[in-house]
């Protein structure tokens, strides 16, 4: 038997089909954030700009999988010739570049954006997509290789290698250029193993139909492809949303994103699959997940706790895994192979410009990822914990009393659990939430009464306070974050925060009101530069601040300066204009703020336009890389005047960014000195390290001395420093306290 299996791996060419597949997936995801670090320093680092480069990709993937379901009428003999020339006409593109597009004119940048992308890469993209239900048709003409569809688990294992290889491997090693030419010596392989993949079909002449099965082709209903779709838009706008829930709510960690989606890939792997056991248990344990973890998902704040974090990558997977395992168990025939692949597709799509478009415009929270959850829920496959009313015998007719009583007894849980949260009893929330989990899921004998359930755990676990904030209008979203502000009465101060990241805060005194806070106090590195500019740079300095907050450090303005600031939200700015905080209107009124990513504005002002210019443009503890580069510094430097100094806001806990600023400041001419401030002078303080830069050493000899501590040396900078060709934040990462339970 082994020997007979052997001959038919060899016959079928197995191999070949599976390193062809295995080498278009890969070089599909290791592509896809090439080309966005290529345009960050063009485009800044605007979320808006990475939704659209998703969106392109999803198009030209949907693309693909169309191109690939209508040819696949003809014989393998003349798909093999039209994919051939589509490949080489592509190749024509390569290597790649970004398109040479002028700027946008004012107003049509979100359709600029999706062009540049779909120029740069539409061409290879749309090619490379077609792979994997091209394969599996060649693959499947020949009546000996049985089912195709596990070489779709081969393709998301390429992905998933894909994925992972550029940010370890690619990222960190090699420049863009040589990255871009690694990728099309990638695509000539591809180019040769499809020709393998043709040959090895070559008596294959018969269309793949007959080949695959000579009766008539299944008849496909709407019922059944809305189904498809709803299979595939759930896990995908849920992997999404995953992310979006855990940078806001959670933790906002550098490649944080590269998490969801590895685990949304790999959920393939072990769902298309006659076997898996894996896979069993998580379709298994998906509703217990959902109940436990689900039921928390309308928290608006979970503490920064990295197990609550593991246990929404755990229901992510669950749930993935759950529905395309159902995906997987309604798939038809070979014959309808790229019709279930590209409606896959469009599911995906779907899910993707739910998450990443529509909710950021329609809700003020992240509300699509409990909307999603509650949508897999009643996806999820029928479950062995639904068997125990058949196995009691307790009869139809007494169903519906159970279910009713079952529901009554979720509602009085979720008051307890209420009452323990108020009353800070972690023990009682515990022992309340395992009620309601035991409850749910005997509930799983009705679908609706287990829907009923789970939305009532997540309102009770502080579901009820996140909604009474979004009816009370306490929040606002934008595609940069969700903004909150919240009033700290009995602390006497008010704050504005996204998520877990405090952007800034104001004490409530009115005899206080103008007092810096937060990583602007006086002690801090910003607070002494600022207040002894006139002796640092002269008493009519020019300042910038790039990144506005709250506007604390606007009340560091004295007569005769001019202040200008930089903020790419105007949500932001307006918390400043509508008066919930008035540091702007009573210390700086007349300072303009230019809206927009501040690398760019700055490019296009003239030399020598700010003394002082104070960089603080990171919302949270992911950086963007695109503000940190030699590049970057070099346009700093330029609007710097002679004597100027240079502040740069280097406060984080997953990364130490003084070394690489110290190598960036040698590269443009400066020498620095770093200050770290323990902010316990102040209860309305924070923790903060500036780094201030200079072109004359003896300038930095003359900055002030704090209460406590002093001005340090810098270390000693990498040898290799971050430029628009080359970045990784690998070595800098502080791995005990990505470990670490953290909350802002």
Same mark, same amino acid.
């Given at each position: 038997?082994? +020997? ?176 871009? =030419?690694? =990728? ?58 995953? #992310? ?120 003020? =929270? ?85 829907? &009923? ?33 919240? +009033? ?32 602007? #106090? ?40 001019? =202040?200008?600031?930089? +903020? ?24 303009? #703020? ?17 003394? &002082? ?9 992911? &950086? ?20 100027? &100094? ?90 005990e306290s990505m470990l670490e339970t953290s909350h802002d």
């Amino acid at each position: 038997m082994a +020997e007979l299996g052997f001959d038919r791996v060899i016959r079928t060419n197995r191999w070949l089909f599976v390193c062809t597949v295995l080498a278009g997936s890969f070089l599909l995801f290791l592509v896809q954030p090439m080309v966005a670090r290529m345009a960050l320093p063009r485009l800044g680092g605007a979320p808006a700009v990475w939704n659209s480069a998703m969106l392109v990709y999803q198009a030209l993937l949907l693309a693909g999988y169309a191109y690939a379901h209508l040819i696949g009428r003809f014989s393998i003999r003349r798909q093999a010739s039209i994919h051939l020339a589509v490949l080489l006409l592509a190749a024509l593109t390569l290597p790649i570049s970004l398109a040479d597009l002028p700027p946008a004119a004012s107003g049509w940048e979100a359709a600029w954006v999706p062009l540049l992308f779909a120029l740069t890469i539409g061409p290879v993209f749309f090619a490379v997509s077609a792979q994997a239900p091209l394969m599996q048709r060649w693959y499947a003409a020949d009546p000996a290789a049985g089912d195709p569809y596990w070489l779709y688990a081969a393709s998301n294992l390429g992905s998933f290698a894909g994925l992972l290889a550029y940010p370890l491997l690619f990222e960190p090693f090699i420049r863009l250029g040589g990255q871009s =030419w690694v =990728w099309t010596l990638g695509y000539g392989v591809l180019i040769v193993l499809v020709m393998l993949a043709a040959w090895s079909r070559r008596n294959a002449g018969a269309s793949p139909e007959a080949a695959a099965d000579a009766r008539p082709a299944e008849p496909i209903g709407w019922r059944r492809i809305a189904l498809w779709l709803a299979l595939s838009a759930v896990p995908s706008g849920l992997m999404l949303s995953t #992310t979006t829930h855990l940078t806001t709510d959670i933790v906002a960690m550098p490649l944080l994103w590269v998490i969801p989606l590895g685990l949304y890939l790999l959920s393939f792997s072990i769902a298309f699959r006659e076997e898996s056991r894996i896979g069993s248990f998580l379709v298994l344990a998906a509703p217990l997940i959902a109940l436990f973890t689900g039921g928390q998902a309308m928290a608006s704040s979970s503490g920064g706790s990295f197990l609550y974090a593991l246990a929404s990558l755990l229901l992510l997977m669950a749930f993935a895994v759950a529905l395309h395992h159902r995906l997987y168990a309604d798939r038809p025939g070979p014959e309808r192979l790229t019709l279930f692949y590209l409606v896959m597709s469009a599911g995906g799509a779907l899910g993707g410009l739910f998450t990443a478009l529509i909710a950021p415009m329609v809700f003020d =929270w992240v509300w699509e990822h409990p909307l999603l959850i509650l949508s897999g829920a009643a996806l999820l496959p029928r479950s062995a914990w639904s068997g125990w009313y058949e196995r009691l015998g307790l009869g139809e007719e007494r169903r519906r009393t159970v279910v009713l009583a079952l529901l009554l007894a979720v509602f009085a849980g979720g008051y307890w659990m209420q009452e323990q949260l108020m009353r800070g009893n972690d023990l009682g929330v515990t022992l309340a939430m395992c009620m309601l989990a035991a409850i749910g899921l005997l509930l799983l004998i009705d679908r609706p009464a287990f829907l &009923i359930a789970l939305l009532a755990m997540m309102l009770a676990r502080s579901g009820f306070d996140t909604v009474e904030q979004s009816w009370a209008g306490a929040r606002e979203r934008s595609f940069f974050g969700v903004y909150a502000v919240r +009033e700290q009465e009995e602390q006497g101060f008010r704050d504005l925060v996204h998520g877990t990241t405090l952007h800034g805060r104001q004490l409530l005194h009115p005899a206080r009101a103008l007092e810096p806070t937060t990583y602007y #106090t006086r002690n801090g590195g910003a607070g002494l530069v600022l207040a002894h500019a006139p002796e640092l740079v002269g008493p009519e300095a020019r300042i910038g601040v790039v990144g506005l907050g709250v506007g604390t450090l606007g009340c560091y303005r004295q007569p005769g300066q001019q =202040w200008e600031f930089f +903020e790419i939200d105007p949500v932001v700015l307006e918390y400043s204009q509508a008066g919930h905080f008035t540091f702007l209107e009573r210390c700086t009124p007349d300072a303009p #703020t230019h809206i927009g990513d501040a690398r760019i504005v700055l490019e296009d002002m003239e030399p020598a336009r700010f003394d &002082i210019l104070a960089i603080d443009a990171f919302s949270s503890d992911a &950086i963007p890389l695109h503000l940190m580069t030699r590049e970057a510094f070099g346009i700093y430097s330029r609007v710097l005047s002679e004597d100027g &100094i240079l502040l740069v806001h280097v406060s984080n806990r997953f990364l130490d960014l003084a070394p690489m600023v110290n190598g960036l400041a040698r590269a443009n001419g400066m020498e620095g000195r770093i200050r770290r401030d323990t902010g316990r002078l102040s209860p309305a303080a924070s923790p903060s390290w500036w780094i201030a830069l200079a072109r004359d050493e003896a300038l930095l000899e003359r900055l002030p001395k704090p209460e406590k501590g002093d001005w340090d040396r810098l270390p000693d900078p990498p040898k290799r420093v971050w430029s628009d060709d080359f970045a990784s934040i690998l070595p800098f990462l502080q791995w005990e306290s990505m470990l670490e339970t953290s909350h802002d």
